[in-house]
C-alpha cells in the first residue's frame, strides 16, 4: 500500500508558477506508475500529467503541455509537478495518484487506473 502526501499549493498571480510535490511512503514507491490529477469546483477530476515507473515516459493533457514537468525521484521516493505560467483556469485542487506498474501498457491517463490518492493540494491563480 502507498500512502500520498501533496505540498506546494497555494494563491500566486497569473503568469507564476508553482512547485508541487507529493511524498509516498512505503518501500515499492519505484514499482508505481504515478500521475497528477486536478479537480476544480463543479468539475470532474481531470488528468494532468502521468509518469511511468522508472521515467522512461511521461504524458500530459493538452491544457498543460509545455507548461507542466512532471518528474519523479524514486531514491526520495517523490514526484514532483512543476508548474510555470500559470493562468487563472489552473486553480483546482491537485492530487498525486499512484497506479500499479505495468510493463506493458502505457502511462495511465485515467481515474479508475490510479489505486491510491493523496488529499489533495489547493492551487488558486488569480488573475
Known amino acids: 500500500q502507498v500512502q500520498l502526501t501533496e505540498s506546494g499549493g497555494g494563491l500566486v498571480q497569473a503568469g507564476s508558477s508553482l512547485r508541487l510535490s507529493c511524498s509516498a511512503s512505503?518501500?515499492?514507491?519505484?514499482?508505481?506508475?504515478m500521475g497528477w490529477f486536478r479537480q476544480a469546483p463543479g468539475k470532474e477530476r481531470e488528468f494532468v500529467a502521468g509518469i511511468k515507473w522508472n521515467g522512461g515516459s511521461i504524458i500530459y493533457a493538452d491544457s498543460v503541455k509545455d507548461r507542466f514537468t512532471i518528474s519523479r525521484d524514486n531514491a526520495k521516493n517523490m514526484v514532483y509537478l512543476q508548474m510555470n505560467t500559470l493562468k487563472p483556469e489552473d486553480t483546482a485542487v491537485y492530487y498525486c495518484?499512484?497506479?500499479?506498474?505495468?510493463?506493458?501498457?502505457?502511462?495511465?491517463?485515467?481515474?479508475?487506473?490510479?489505486?491510491?490518492w493523496g488529499q489533495g493540494t489547493q492551487v488558486t491563480v488569480s488573475s
Open positions: 512505503g518501500r515499492t514507491f519505484s514499482t508505481y506508475e
Open positions: 495518484a499512484a497506479a500499479r506498474f505495468s510493463p506493458v501498457n502505457p502511462v495511465p491517463r485515467f481515474h479508475r487506473d490510479y489505486m491510491y
